[in-house]
């Protein structure tokens, strides 16, 4: 398995990086990354801890209803264009951060951060590189997935430092222009033989098989809840990471060492997984992939010593990991590459509402006196349960099979 991988790399490695990029460049835009400024933004437009996360759920869930129809004007241009096009705006939103002078202007920069940078930027990376690879979309997506691993491990460090020199604002501004930078050198690597828009506005066969009403394709409903489970579960309950350790009785020294485990078993997960994909299928995977995070659940709902922290960060790890590239992977498989962006950009609003609503949601469930514990019960009922429907999917397309072909 490393020989064929060190072969497809570098036989490839020049889109790879591209969409690798791309990929780190996304963390602009991520909640991990614009997390690290949670106390200047309090600070400055004078925020609680409640206030900032709704005016943050705000610019999430807006940008998770644009994205819907934003994602697919990917197939409507060249990957060099929208890429561009995806970078200016993620970088004005970074401008727009630097120079916000209320909670409503940092509310609008917030939805702009979010569609730009966790929404259009890894939009972008996934679909261009899925498209690229279809017969190789697991080992190709677990490749790029180690761009945001190694940014994960940098960003937030850098970002740090860079407030506490330069104030937070200045920092944003260089944010901007690191968006810019880091977008022209991944342009560099991209390969001009087949950038081109994948549909012409003109083109009306194809685009007459664009318009059933994807929310009622029963593969998609029998998916969601197992591809959704991870991007909920988890941005919940990091959200919450200081309320759980203090609840458990956890220091928090030991959770942020857990993060250091949690990058390194995600990125280690996600390149072993894609061959994985390529071999078995993705179909064949969906029913199963949740059970780490489900196993995860049921140890914080039911111990509370504290090596148990790093225990579920690695189970979570491993799920999410595998979660993010055979999402994509099951895509291609199930809807093909023409209707790729169509179907991901449905389904990345959905991931991004998911990851916008948990935190409010536990959030509100923990002023009601429902500790995380429980609430972890829950989230491993529910994860069961996702795994259970996810079972259903190959059922439903022999079904089809066998209507097409009696």
Not at 12 to 22: E, I, V
Not at 96 to 116: D, P, Q
Not at 134 to 158: E, F, H, T, W, Y
Not at 339 to 348: I, K, Y
Request: charged share 10%.
């Amino acid at each position: 398995m490393v020989k064929a991988y060190i072969e497809f790399t570098k036989t490839n490695w020049r889109p790879l990086l591209f969409g690798a990029l791309l990929m780190a460049l996304s963390s602009f835009g991520q909640t991990y990354f614009v997390a690290v400024s949670g106390t200047y933004f309090r600070e400055a437009f004078n925020l609680s801890d409640g206030g900032l996360g709704a005016t943050y759920a705000v610019g999430t869930i807006l940008s998770a209803m644009t994205l819907t129809w934003a994602g697919r004007l990917i197939d409507y241009t060249t990957v060099r264009r929208f890429t561009w096009g995806v970078a200016l705006l993620l970088a004005a939103a970074c401008m727009l951060v630097a120079v916000s002078a209320n909670f409503i202007m940092l509310a609008v920069a917030f939805y702009f951060l979010r569609l730009g940078g966790q929404g259009l930027m890894t939009h972008t990376a996934l679909t261009a590189t899925a498209r690229t690879f279809p017969q190789d979309a697991g080992k190709a997506l677990g490749i790029i997935a180690l761009g945001l691993s190694v940014a994960q491990g940098l960003l937030p460090i850098a970002g740090v430092t860079m407030m506490e020199q330069l104030g937070w604002r200045t920092a944003w501004m260089i944010n901007a222009g690191l968006v810019v930078a880091g977008v022209t050198v991944a342009l560099l690597f991209l390969p001009r033989l087949g950038d081109k828009a994948i549909r012409s506005r003109k083109d009306k066969s194809v685009e007459s098989s664009s318009t059933g009403p994807l929310w009622r394709d029963r593969r998609l409903l029998l998916t969601l809840p197992a591809v959704l489970a991870g991007p909920f579960i988890v941005t919940g309950f990091f959200f919450h990471q200081a309320r759980l350790a203090e609840q458990k009785g956890w220091d928090i020294a030991i959770v942020a060492a857990s993060f250091a485990a949690f990058a390194i078993v995600q990125a280690a997960a996600s390149v072993v997984i894609g061959p994985v994909i390529d071999r078995m299928g993705p179909k064949r995977l969906l029913p199963v992939f949740l059970l780490p995070q489900a196993l995860a659940m049921l140890l914080i709902g039911l111990v509370s010593v504290a090596w148990i922290a790093p225990v579920y960060m690695v189970l979570l790890a491993a799920s999410m990991a595998i979660g993010s590239t055979l999402a994509t992977a099951l895509w291609v498989d199930l809807f093909g590459t023409i209707e790729l962006a169509r179907v991901r950009s449905a389904v990345e609003a959905g991931t991004v509402i998911a990851s916008g609503a948990s935190p409010i949601i536990m959030g509100v469930l923990i002023d009601a006196g429902i500790p995380l514990s429980w609430q972890a019960l829950g989230c491993c009922a529910y994860t069961l349960l996702a795994s259970t429907i996810a079972r259903g999917l190959n059922r439903t397309i022999r079904d089809s099979s066998a209507g097409h072909h009696p």
